[in-house]
T-cell receptor, first 112, second 115 residues
């Protein structure tokens, strides 16, 4: 599986935007970029995913670099409930690529 | 959104006993489910891929005779930790896939403590 690199931790103030970076220089042409987050003592929760174009949903935005070697998850207005570990994961096409391999993720701390 | 439920959410057992954890997809059918294990302050580690109607595929280093997986229906997969020992104490999480290219849905997790 292609590897992703994320900062171990980041801090943000409430109501401010947060940009969570992810490097994936060995991404293949068919790999999707997925983001999940995990709150303490809970299972991971899907946030967003994309292939080449930037994506927006009610939770976040995903900005994908033109060469696809990096991406950024954007939380437009962080709240205390957004404090979690955020995982950037590459996922291949159907078949064996459906499984998700988690890296260490970024621990996001949100302060008042 | 789709819901995946695990039961029990927590369990405490004596060393040497076996523990079964259930993973159910409540509003969709899943031919494939995944089982993960997570130790404190660590990331999720994929243990095995559970395939409905066939044998599970285990990741390297995971003992298939220790962690028995049964995926007998399109909505239920079970993980049985056999002859549990304190080092098996962990947070076990399952996930299920409603369609091949979409998002995975995760259960709430099951915390196992072996005394």
């Amino acid at each position: 599986d292609a590897k992703t690199t994320q900062p171990n931790s980041m801090e943000s103030n409430e109501e401010e935007p947060v940009h969570l970076p992810c490097n994936h220089s060995t991404i293949s042409g068919t790999d999707y970029i997925h983001w999940y987050r995990q709150l303490p003592s809970q299972g991971p929760e899907y946030v967003i995913h994309g292939l080449t174009s930037n994506v927006n949903n009610r939770m976040a935005s995903l900005a994908i670099a033109e060469d696809r070697k990096s991406s950024t998850l954007i939380l437009h207005r962080a709240t205390l409930r957004d404090a979690a570990v955020y995982y950037c994961i590459l996922r291949g096409p159907a078949g064996g690529g459906n499984k998700l391999t988690f890296g260490t993720g970024t621990q996001l701390k949100v302060e008042l | 959104g789709a819901v995946v439920s695990q039961h029990p959410s927590w369990v405490i057992c004596k060393s040497g006993t076996s523990v079964k954890i259930e993973c159910r997809s409540l509003d969709f059918q899943a031919t494939t489910m995944f089982w993960y294990r997570q130790f404190p302050k660590q990331s999720l580690m994929l243990m095995a891929t559970s395939n409905e109607g066939s044998k599970a595929t285990y990741e390297q280093g995971v003992e298939k005779d220790k962690f028995l997986i049964n995926h007998a229906s399109l909505t239920l997969s079970t993980l049985t930790v056999t002859s549990a020992h304190p080092e098996d104490s962990s947070f076990y999480i399952c996930s299920a896939l409603p369609d091949r290219a979409g998002e995975l849905f995760f259960g709430e997790g099951s915390r196992l403590t072996v005394l």
